[in-house]
């Protein structure tokens, strides 16, 4: 889907609401660009007008994967890993895992030949830390661990079956609290007291 504004790392109201406006009528994957930089990655479930419930997922942006721009944070981007599964009886998709690679391009400057190498940022960076400095060299190391900062910022934690069902079980908990907090005489519609609930959703987020 190519949308969204450019150099932005957070998706825009317009995205969020073609996004809905998508799942609702039969998409169950997006996979957006345009903005040249990641944007988050959001797996949900929701609920159709019939009544029925699916699991989708939109990754906003995955940045360049391979790009001369300069700006800041348009040399990196992020391969997906998606396991997916149909449902014979239903024919719905249930996605059970979404990863990440975190990807860098490295420019070697004009008139270099193959001037453009794509990086496995983790992978060069654990190669640097156990003393390998045959393909980075300490500046390019201290962007790499920049760069990874921010996808990781970014996209988030993987999302598996076991992260939803403790994140499912962290929302319980904080709802018992709440509850706690409410029964000593606060109304936090009232804004007089109780915790604000986290809006939870696993962000995680490609060129065109």
Sequence with gaps: M?????YAQKQSAEQEKLANFLF????????????HVIE?????????????????????????????QIKEHTKSTAILDMQIRKVG???????????????YCYDKGAGVR?????????AAIEAYDSGDTSKVNASLYRTLKT?????EK???????KETEQEESV????????????????????????????KNKGTLVPFIF
């Design 2 to 6: 190519h949308w969204g504004i450019e």
């Design 24 to 35: 609702e009528n039969g998409v169950d994957i997006i996979i957006g660009n345009h903005a």
């Design 40 to 68: 988050p990655m959001e797996k949900r479930k929701i609920t159709l007008e019939d009544g029925t419930e699916k699991e989708v997922f939109v990754v906003y942006a995955l940045g360049n994967f391979v790009s001369g």
């Design 89 to 103: 009886a239903t024919g719905k998709i249930e996605i059970d895992s979404v990863d990440y690679i975190p990807v």
């Design 114 to 122: 193959n001037r453009y190498e794509l990086i496995d940022i983790r």
């Design 147 to 151: 760069e990874l900062a921010n996808i």
């Design 154 to 160: 970014v996209l988030g934690n993987p999302i598996t």
């Design 170 to 197: 962290e929302d319980e908990s904080e709802v018992n609290e709440t509850n706690t907090i409410d029964n000593k005489g606060f109304n936090p519609r009232s804004g007089g007291g109780g915790r604000r609930l």
